[in-house]
């Protein structure tokens, strides 16, 4: 039989758990069913068919189950279906309420919308009947009528409706039966009626099987013993002062105070006057919370009172005389809230990290505020109170926004810390706080931006191919791959070159390096266009101009001009007897191709036939008469000159000048021997033939003499100085230089009798002139495209006496 009794209640609580009422409202809210103890993990709905969602539309919309306090939830959304989590006990929920009824949020984003769930909790028979105590002790007194009721304690079933107890019977005898009652709230109780009156001699004590059985499936039950005590009569029952006792009680009521005190009276004198007073139906959570003294018939608080966990308790008491009359009371006892719950902040959604681009009032997180208080003191206020670029726009209920206010700019504030503070309208308020951290993502805003506007940089000539030239920073404030800067060349040319094969750049570093060694007198100087790009998408880039100068190094030794030191060529200056100090007899014209002190030269005579009788300028190249020319002196005179440049280390070069002391040409087949000394022996024939020619126009060369004197005479003599004829095939094509620049300074003019043979003629010293000496009345003319940076030859022409020769120009230079 009890086989058979718990396998229908096994059927019936499993009938109960598999079916769930679907009932939706006509506001777009949602209702379920579901019995308590039903198995963790059961399914009993389905909210995406309900609601026409699709499972990917559910994901997509962050769909989420919210209450509306921090209490247990007992169920949750798993994919489109409502599943149970948590075991569910109703009794533990509800009391002895006939409604049970858990309310949830069903949230949806983007947009948001919000459906209510109302989840009916229904009932099932898990709890037996349970008298307040084992034992009824019952004194009667012997000469009790017939009919006489004797109410009993009644039994409490935390079930509800027909779970909850229904019926009452009394274990067989000779002489009670049993009278059930219905309350006004639906319960049930009982009386002991006498049906045989008692005789204290035949038996003074009866002990009675009091059973309480519910309508549940299957049928529980619960017993005590009524123990009958015969004595004599007591026929007054305790009476309370009232039927029914309410009282308000505030929340977080400390422990030890009174609720309430109950009364009741009783007619009859000693021990059957006596009344005591206990709880005759109390739930298991209110027994934890309230006491009731047996004597005085105060209720106390003996445990913590929290409005938010129950706000109403019923409490049954009951008075009962010495003699074991007892009658009941009710005590309602309502809970009244108090400010005892701050605000509490939950982040529903948060969308991180936020990009900087993003425009004023974009919604970057959904906040949602509870309070468990009620009344004013559940209203709440909530907003971001630092100076943020952030706040929060209400919404629906509870629900905050968190929007933007302003452009964000991550290179200048790249992380916020935002507080969120809510208040309730409680007195005294209370508040709480949450702080967030927002990141802010980095766009590809700023382009690199090179360290200075533009670069400059000197490399020697001659450097090292790979050898560094320089180097340029570009910073790029943005982040990781947008911040990364490239360099690279920008295309352009160098004197029609290439600038790659000058010079290349390191991509990573922006280290410039020379592809080649530099020559400062191919060029000095040239620019670069380097470009900065960074890594981002799309890339942005800048450009900056890298100026490059060539400095010079002296890697060029002087060059000589006049003499000419190349080939067989024999040159000699003559020098008048007459020649006094200081007379300027020859100069030795040199350049130098580098620039600067490495250019500047120095002179000096490092051999000559007579050590005393000529020097030469330091820095002019000027060779005069250290002292009067005597007839002792020899005619021939043979220096040697070197030209030295004031680089470091120094280079330099030496020349050989030729000077004849003579009056006239009679004395040149002494020049002819002179020439002999410096040859070799092969020159004799040519010296034979030089003769013959020399005597063949010996007469020409005597009327050409006296004719030069005769132009002479007419000349005014401002200083005597000496001249140079210099064929413009000794100036090598490179060096020809403008007035004021380079080391030809100063411009001379020399008068020059050649020979028909151009490498073998001999020039003669004349005299010099320069624009300020000419004669007056005479002119010099150029040739047709000459240019005044050039050596070249000239005619001037005499109109007094119309004769003409040929002159040569020369721009000298001296370092002074």
């Known amino acids: 039989m009890v086989k058979s009794k718990g396998i229908s209640h096994f059927r019936a609580v499993f009938w109960i758990t598999c079916v769930a009422v679907f009932v939706r409202t006509c506001y777009g809210d949602l209702s379920y069913s579901v019995s308590e103890e039903i198995k963790e993990g059961t399914v009993f709905g389905n909210i995406a068919k309900d609601l026409g969602l699709g499972v990917k539309a559910l994901s997509d919309r962050k769909a989420r189950i919210d209450m509306e306090s921090d209490d247990k939830r007992f169920c949750d959304l798993r994919g489109g279906e409502l599943v149970i989590t948590e075991r569910i006990d109703r009794e533990e929920l509800c009391g002895s309420k006939p409604s049970c009824m858990l309310n949830y949020e069903f949230v949806l984003e983007n947009p948001l919308e919000l459906h209510r769930i109302a989840l009916q909790i229904e009932d099932i028979n898990d709890n037996s009947p349970r008298f307040p105590k084992s034992e009824i002790k019952l004194e009667i007194r012997e000469s009790a009528d017939k009919g006489a009721r004797f109410p009993l304690d009644e039994a409490h079933d935390s079930d509800v409706g027909r779970n909850g107890i229904q019926a009452y019977s009394l274990e067989k005898n000779d002489y009670f039966i049993l009278s059930v009652h219905s309350n006004s709230d639906g319960g049930k109780y009982c009386e002991l009626v006498l049906d045989t009156e008692l005789d204290r001699e035949q038996q003074e004590e009866l002990s009675l099987l009091l059973t309480a059985s519910d309508g549940g499936s299957p049928q529980r039950s619960g017993t005590t013993v009524i123990r009958v005590i015969v004595l004599d009569a007591n026929d007054n029952l305790p009476v309370f002062s009232q039927p029914i006792y309410k009282v308000s009680l505030p929340e977080n009521s400390p422990v030890g105070s009174v609720v309430l005190t109950v009364t009741a009276t009783d007619a009859d004198e000693g021990a059957n006057g006596e009344v005591t007073y206990d709880f005759s139906r109390i739930s298991d959570k209110a027994a934890r919370l309230f006491s009731i003294d047996e004597v005085t018939g105060e209720i106390r608080v003996i445990g913590s009172i929290d409005y938010e966990e129950k706000y109403e308790y019923e409490l049954r008491v009951q008075a009962k005389d010495g003699a074991g009359l007892a009658s009941q009371a009710k005590v309602n006892i309502d809970i009244t809230d108090v400010n005892d719950n701050a605000p509490v902040i939950h982040i529903k959604s948060l969308n991180v990290p936020i990009p900087e681009n993003v425009a004023p009032g974009t919604e970057i997180g959904i906040i949602n505020v509870q309070d468990k208080d009620t009344g004013g003191n559940k209203q709440i206020r909530c907003s971001v109170r630092q100076n943020v670029p952030f706040k929060l726009n209400p919404s629906i209920k509870n ?13 200048l504030v790249g992380d916020y810390n935002v507080t969120i503070t809510a208040t309730d309208e409680g007195s005294p308020p209370l508040s709480s706080s949450k702080t967030i951290h927002l990141s802010v993502s980095d766009v590809n805003d700023n382009a690199p931006v090179f360290e200075h506007q533009s670069y400059s940089t000197y490399v020697t000539e001659n450097n090292k191919p790979g050898s560094s030239v320089c180097s340029v920073t570009a910073r790029d404030p943005d982040w990781r791959q947008n911040g990364t800067v490239f360099y690279s060349l920008l295309p352009s040319e160098v004197n029609g070159v290439p600038v790659s094969s000058y010079v290349s750049i390191n991509g990573d570093t922006g280290v410039i390096h020379a592809v080649r060694a530099f020559d400062y007198e191919q060029f000095r100087s040239f620019k670069v266009q380097v470009v900065a790009r960074d890594n981002g998408s799309p890339p942005l880039s800048s450009n900056v101009t890298v100026s490059v100068f060539i400095t010079d190094e002296n890697d060029n030794s002087p060059q000589i001009l006049y003499p000419t030191p190349e080939g067989n060529s024999f040159m000699t200056e003559m020098v008048p007897k007459a020649a006094l100090s200081g007379s300027l007899v020859s100069k030795v014209i040199a350049v130098d191709a580098d620039s600067g002190q490495n250019a500047w030269l120095s002179y000096q005579i490092v051999k000559s036939t007579d050590p005393g009788l000529f020097t030469i300028g330091l820095h002019s190249g000027e060779i005069r008469a250290q002292r009067d020319i005597s007839e002792s002196d020899s005619m021939k005179q043979n220096l040697v000159i070197s030209v030295k440049d004031n680089g470091q280390p120094s280079l330099s070069t030496t020349c050989a000048v030729y000077l004849l002391i003579s009056d006239n040409l009679a004395e040149v087949p002494e020049l002819k021997d002179m020439s002999y000394e410096e040859s070799n022996s092969k020159l004799t024939s040519y010296l034979i033939i030089a003769l013959v020619s020399v005597s063949t126009f010996f007469l020409t060369f005597i009327i050409l003499i006296v004719a030069i004197r005769i132009c002479h005479r007419r000349k005014p003599r ?50 010099s002139y320069n624009d300020n000496t000419l ?42």
């Open 399 to 411: 629900y905050y926004t968190l929007v933007t206010t302003a452009y964000l700019d991550r290179e």
């Open 718 to 767: 401002l200083l005597f100085d000496g001249a140079v004829a210099i064929p413009s095939a000794y100036l090598p094509p490179n060096y020809a230089d403008v007035d004021g620049t380079g080391t030809l300074r100063s411009v001379y003019n020399y008068d020059a009798y050649m020979t028909t043979g151009s490498r073998t003629s001999d020039f003669k010293f004349v005299t």
């Open 775 to 816: 004669p007056s009345g005479t002119t010099l003319k150029r040739s047709p495209g000459d240019n005044s940076d050039c050596l070249n030859f000239t005619s001037l022409d005499f109109p007094e006496n119309g004769s003409k020769y040929s002159t040569l120009q020369v721009k000298l230079g001296s370092m002074g």
